[in-house]
């Protein structure tokens, strides 16, 4: 799931997007930008974030990239 989220976030924004996406033992999962957390898969329930959440997180990266810019 981790390779599926990095594929979405490079393939959206390239490899210079300012994200860290960090898998931890016991299937942790955090998707970090600028320092701040995203995704936290154990703060949302230990699940792996639906499509429609993948969006939004996509969504929360590009208004960083462009604040950036």
Known sequence: MAAWMATEIWH???????????????GRLE????GETLFDRK????IYPEVKRMRQIQEQIKQRVDAAS
């Open 43 to 46: 703060a949302e329930g230990g």
């Open 31 to 34: 998707v970090t930008a600028n």
């Open 12 to 26: 959206e924004f390239g490899g210079e997007a300012p994200v860290t996406l960090i898998p931890v033992d016991g």
